[in-house]
């Protein structure tokens, strides 16, 4: 059984080189998911009524749908770059083959992990790091949802602490950067998010460190 350990440092090194080297792409995609998917539901929370109605209703869920969609093709469009694959403005958008395996799957994992706080916290902490690898089966392989929640299960074996300290990192960067007037965030979502990825593929590949030989900086 393979231990494990996640080097931060050079994770987020390769993660800051990867970002420079597609920044304007990477800009224009947090960019058009912030306009998109983000400011609309912002927006709606702050219009609706105290009192809902089915109209309302429909709209918010309209607009819950448009932002998985687009957290959906952003994560794709990072998972990509960290690879230094071949990517387009499309590749956020052409999702709709595995969209229901995604929404199903985001709706039983943010389920479990409401009721794990529900149930003091730490049950929701564990279930959070566990299962947060489940986008990247359903991305590559096309998995259902239940089966990329499984695999996300068993590929977080034996990491459990490594991930909850890179958790805490990721949440402390995104926090920075949602108090430097919310610019900051256009900076450190995306490099948050591919560090994940490079994780995963790190992973996946079976490589006897974290990040991967192929994801470091010499």
Excluded: C, W
Aim: cysteine-free; charged content about 10%.
């Amino acid at each position: 059984m393979r231990q494990l350990a996640i080097d931060l440092i050079p994770l987020f090194k390769f993660s800051l080189h990867q970002f420079k080297k597609y920044a304007s792409f990477i800009v224009g995609a947090i960019l058009t998911f912030i306009v998109l998917a983000v400011v609309p539901q912002i927006y709606f929370t702050m219009r609706a009524p105290e009192d809902p109605t089915i109209q309302t209703q429909l709209i918010s869920l309209l607009l819950t749908g448009i932002q998985i969609f687009l957290s959906l093709g952003f994560t794709k469009l990072m998972l990509l770059l960290v690879q230094d694959a071949y990517v387009t403005v499309a590749d956020m958008f052409n999702n709709f083959r595995i969209f229901l395996s995604y929404f199903i799957a985001s709706f039983i994992f943010g389920l479990a992990v409401s009721i794990g706080f529900l149930l003091l916290i730490l049950p929701g902490i564990y279930i959070a790091i566990r299962f947060q690898f489940f986008p990247y089966f359903i991305i590559e392989n096309g998995d259902s949802a239940f089966i990329a929640l499984q695999k996300s299960f068993n590929l977080s074996q034996n990491l459990t602490l490594d991930l909850l300290v890179f958790g805490v990192v990721v949440i402390g960067l995104n926090i920075l950067g949602a108090l430097l007037l919310g610019i900051g965030i256009i900076f450190t979502y995306p490099l948050t998010t591919m560090a994940t990825a490079i994780i995963y593929r790190s992973l996946i590949e079976q490589s006897e460190s974290i990040p991967a030989s192929s994801y470091r900086i010499s």
